[in-house]
């Protein structure tokens, strides 16, 4: 099992910035990537970005490429959102999420992804 746990979600006006951090623990060796989801209400779980763990490289969605920056730092086993020129409608809740499969193309589908946090709040005021 891989635990994951998110942090930095919060409250921010328009054009604002946030760090979301994901930290992770149990068999991390298992994990092959990591990536961001996102939850409006109402809506359906979408793919933000993600990176595979070993060489770095990432992907994002359209919605936020230019805006958000994924990073990882192995020694800390911890993955980071940075979050620039936010908007309303990048409130959600964001959910971290790991993969074990072994893809050539970094997945963006959520049945790909095997192990879930808990979730953490932004919420982008106009």
Request: net charge positive; hydrophobic share 35%.
């Amino acid at each position: 099992q891989v635990q994951l746990v998110e942090s930095g979600g919060g409250l921010v006006q328009a054009g604002g910035s946030l760090r979301l951090s994901c930290a992770a623990s149990g068999r991390t060796f298992s994990r092959n990537g990591m990536g961001w989801f996102r939850q409006a209400p109402g809506k359906e779980r979408e793919f933000v970005a993600a990176v595979k763990w070993s060489i770095g490289s990432t992907t994002y969605a359209d919605s936020v490429k230019g805006r958000f920056t994924i990073s990882r730092d192995s020694a800390k086993n911890t993955m980071y959102l940075q979050m620039n020129s936010l908007k309303p409608e990048d409130t959600a809740l964001y959910y971290c999420a790991a993969y074990t499969g072994s893809y050539y193309v970094i997945p963006k589908t959520v049945g790909l992804y095997n192990y879930w946090g808990q979730g953490t709040q932004v919420t982008v005021s106009s």
